[in-house]
T-cell receptor, first 116, second 114 residues
Framework: AQSVTQPDIHITVSEGASLELRCNYS??????LFWYVQSPGQGLQLLLK??????LVQGIKGFEAEFKRSQSSFNLRKPSVHWSDAAEYFC??????????????FGTGTRLTIIP | DVKVTQSSRYLVKRTGEKVFLECVQD?????MFWYRQDPGLGLRLIYF???????EKGDIPEGYSVSREKKERFSLILESASTNQTSMYLC?????????????FGSGTRLTVV
């Protein structure tokens, strides 16, 4: 079964600084990969997703992520964070080209705090 | 604006009560999901459904059941609520796509069992 690891439980970053959130997955083939964000008291919103092709994917709100097959990683990055980026971030994986298997497996999340 | 609506934001129930959590989507999605979210554990799948009257167990189905009588509605049932079911419950939906389509989430129901 696939699994997702987010090694950082909590990260604090100064406003304007760059950000990288780590995500590692465990799966035999190339899965479908997602990043979601959850603002306080809200459901999850999709930031970006990767299925195949260009390994650098762009998302909403200025976020990007890079798929590295050799490292089984899909890290999320942003060059300059804003106070409104404070939220919890979840990496998720779906099994890939296996029609009918629609389930996402989520990581445990990384809480991002922004300091002025 | 497409939506997944969960009927309650906050719910307080007593131990042993039967609890219904309701979720409605207006996007004609085939798939619907129930997750629970706990600090440090992320989101864990309880049940999901890929069609009316169809359901599959997720990773933590014990103590829960589900009902999907209509395509747009997916109910989570706690047959006899216990304090360890105090949690945030998130409903989501997606179109049938082999995993390529992202989920649309509801805002969640925070359930407290006392």
């Amino acid at each position: 079964a696939q699994s997702v690891t987010q090694p950082d439980i909590h990260i604090t970053v100064s406003e304007g600084a760059s950000l990288e959130l780590r995500c590692n997955y465990s799966y035999g083939a190339t899965p479908y990969l997602f990043w979601y964000v959850q603002s306080p008291g809200q459901g999850l919103q999709l930031l970006l997703k990767y299925f195949s092709g260009d390994t650098l994917v762009q998302g909403i709100k200025g976020f990007e992520a890079e798929f590295k097959r050799s490292q089984s990683s899909f890290n999320l990055r942003k060059p300059s964070v804003h106070w409104s980026d404070a939220a919890e971030y979840f990496c998720a994986v779906a099994p890939g080209a296996l029609f009918g298997n629609e389930k996402l497996t989520f990581g445990t999340g990384t809480r991002l705090t922004i300091i002025p | 604006d497409v939506k997944v609506t969960q009927s309650s934001r906050y719910l307080v129930k007593r131990t042993g009560e039967k609890v219904f959590l309701e979720c409605v989507q207006d996007m004609d999605h085939e798939n619907m999901f129930w997750y629970r979210q706990d600090p440090g554990l992320g989101l864990r799948l309880i049940y999901f459904s890929y069609d009316v009257k169809m359901k599959e167990k997720g990773d933590i189905p014990e103590g829960y059941s589900v009902s999907r009588e209509k395509k747009e509605r997916f109910s989570l049932i706690l047959e006899s609520a216990s304090t360890n079911q105090t949690s945030m419950y998130l409903c989501a939906s997606s179109p049938l796509s082999g995993g390529r389509q992202s989920y649309t989430f509801g805002s969640g129901t925070r359930l407290t069992v006392v």
